[in-house]
């Protein structure tokens, strides 16, 4: 095993003191090169001359006025995507579906970045201002058709910047049936924009072609302790009291016996429960995914197990999902992770 590396073996505790700088890692030989090399395709297929340059940082991001993309840096070992698992309780583009999400989200950053496509008259007009501030939390409107449906949260509501990025995102996905999913939604316009500048934009050479890199993971000299220490607090948001003593009601803390995991059942009847809701209350299916997402989280949080039947407890968890997803179409505040 190289001496870079040598962290990989260490037990948790031991490998929270490394430092981001001394793990070593590259994006060259892993996944996450054959994911980016996809990418380049799905431009290049479109006629996009662009290929953003990547490197790895401690999180996503595309910097501004850099046409590039970070990728964090649990992404390219195993070792370090079990301990961000551990650490954040998921991994944000450890999939390969989420990550191809994720990279075509932050190529429309990069897009709109190298041909100063934000500066443009048109872009304002349909998007919006991007020198709108950006606000730590958003108000988000799930019933909203003025936006495309693509990273949780209903994120294209976030910032002008962002509803670019994911109307770009849906639009660049090979196979999208755009014209079709979003037929008769306000949010059709923006895709047909980006569908119009992009055909303007094939073959031409992008003017803005900076390679510099911010943050990248050799100048981190943060320990991933210490890392996790301040991502930790930068996510963390106030689950309403409501929402954990509803939760406690249908489940139980207790762990006597061989009771199933409240988060495991949740996972198990997530689209069953999806469907019937989105019958009963006319919502749409997304919106409530994201609220059994969040139950299924909690129940983490809390250590909940199955207090009933699972037939009841199934029963239970409809009425439960039905009054939160209510309850959060009409109070949620979304946390923008900065």
């Not at 995507?81 to 989420?98: F, Q, R, S």
């Not at 201002?129 to 939390?137: D, E, I, N, Q």
């Not at 509803?163 to 999208?176: G, H, I, Y």
């Not at 607090?233 to 406690?248: I, N």
Request: charged share 30%; net charge positive; proline share 6%.
């Amino acid at each position: 095993m190289p001496a870079k590396l040598s962290w990989v073996r260490r037990k948790d505790d031991s490998l929270l003191d490394v430092r981001l700088c001394d793990l070593g890692v590259e994006i060259e030989g892993t996944p996450l090169q054959d994911r980016v090399e996809r990418l380049y395709d799905e431009l290049a297929h479109r006629g996009i001359r662009l290929r953003p340059h990547v490197w790895l940082s401690s999180e996503w991001f595309s910097p501004d006025g850099i046409p590039g993309i970070a990728l964090p840096f649990y992404l390219a070992h195993p070792r370090l995507a079990k301990i961000e698992k551990k650490m954040m309780l998921e991994v944000e583009g450890g999939g390969e579906a989420e990550c191809m999400r994720l990279l075509r989200h932050e190529a429309g950053h990069a897009i709109s970045t190298a041909y100063r496509l934000h500066y443009k008259k048109r872009w304002r007009e349909v998007f919006g201002k991007v020198s709108r501030p950006y606000l730590a939390t958003y108000k988000a409107v799930p019933t909203s058709r003025n936006y495309v449906l693509h990273l949780p949260w209903w994120y294209a509501q976030a910032h002008p910047a962002e509803d670019f990025a994911e109307t770009f995102a849906v639009w660049l996905k090979p196979r999208s049936k755009w014209r079709k999913d979003y037929r008769n939604w306000p949010a059709l316009r923006k895709l047909e924009y980006v569908d119009e500048v992009m055909a303007d934009l094939a073959g031409v050479s992008p003017p803005v072609r900076s390679r510099r890199r911010i943050e990248p993971l050799r100048q981190l000299d943060d320990t991933l302790r210490r890392h996790y220490r301040k991502k930790q607090r930068r996510y963390a948001q106030d689950t309403p009291e409501v929402f954990d003593r509803d939760l406690k009601r249908l489940f139980t803390a207790e762990a006597t016996g061989r009771r199933t995991k409240a988060s495991a059942f949740l996972r198990r009847v997530r689209r069953r429960v999806r469907e019937t809701v989105a019958d009963w209350t006319g919502e749409y299916r997304y919106t409530i995914d994201q609220v059994i997402g969040e139950m299924i989280r909690r129940c983490d949080d809390l250590g909940l197990r199955l207090a009933a039947p699972e037939a009841e407890s199934h029963t239970n968890a409809l009425m439960l999902v039905t009054v939160q997803t209510m309850r959060f179409l009409q109070q949620g505040s979304h946390r923008i992770p900065l």
